[in-house]
């Protein structure tokens, strides 16, 4: 066989040499990247920008808890018109919190507000208003993607909570209870606006 001959074989041979080296160059890459995407949820798992809270208080024989996921303001506007760029616009869903939904526990049937509301478990969401905003309570339970809208269908009760603007600004959302007068307050703190909830016995 000519060196002519010889020369021409190998030629034959280096797109196939060059195509697995390729192959094997994009699968790496796609490791990497299969390898950071894994990474990157961990650490959002391990150390949330939101991090999950639970606070729970008994009084009067009533137990309540609420589990939520606590966003800070970081120098946004938080509460306001979507004009002005706010984070939470007045007139729309708020999830009450950050990554999952926000869901409050009663032991027994209560006043919420002062209204009927019996013993159990539900996703608690609010509309802010600049004068007020609308609390809800919704059957629909164990959702984790809290930024989606519920089933208004489930709602199970709708009430006004008069905004208590203060001068205090309050940089990650705080929801906390201390008793009351016939029962417990639920405060709702964030940025300069306090809500105050009533719960008592029926």
Not at 38 to 50: D, R
């Amino acid at each position: 066989m000519s060196s002519l001959e010889k020369t021409g074989n190998n030629h034959l041979h280096h797109p196939t040499l060059s195509t697995s080296k390729m192959l094997k160059k994009v699968f790496y890459a796609i490791g990497i990247l299969f390898i950071a995407i894994i990474a990157f949820f961990a650490y959002g798992m391990l150390f949330p920008v939101s991090p999950l809270w639970n606070v729970s208080f008994s009084s009067d024989g009533i137990d309540v808890s609420v589990e939520y996921s606590q966003p800070s303001k970081k120098g946004r506007l938080i509460f306001g018109t979507e004009e002005e760029g706010a984070l939470q616009p007045y007139g729309k869903y708020w999830r009450l919190g950050a990554n999952a939904v926000t869901e409050i526990t009663f032991s027994k049937d209560v006043l919420f507000a002062g209204e009927l509301i019996s013993a159990g478990s539900y996703r608690m969401y609010a509309i802010p208003g600049p004068e007020s905003f609308t609390i809800a309570l919704n059957t629909e339970t164990g959702v984790y993607l809290g930024i989606t809208e519920p089933d208004y269908d489930l709602d199970v009760l709708r009430v006004d909570i008069p905004v208590n603007s203060g001068s205090t600004e309050v940089e990650t959302l705080d929801i906390s209870f201390q008793e009351n007068s016939g029962g417990i307050l639920m405060t709702i703190q964030w940025d300069t606006v306090s809500l105050n909830v009533p719960i008592s016995n029926p």
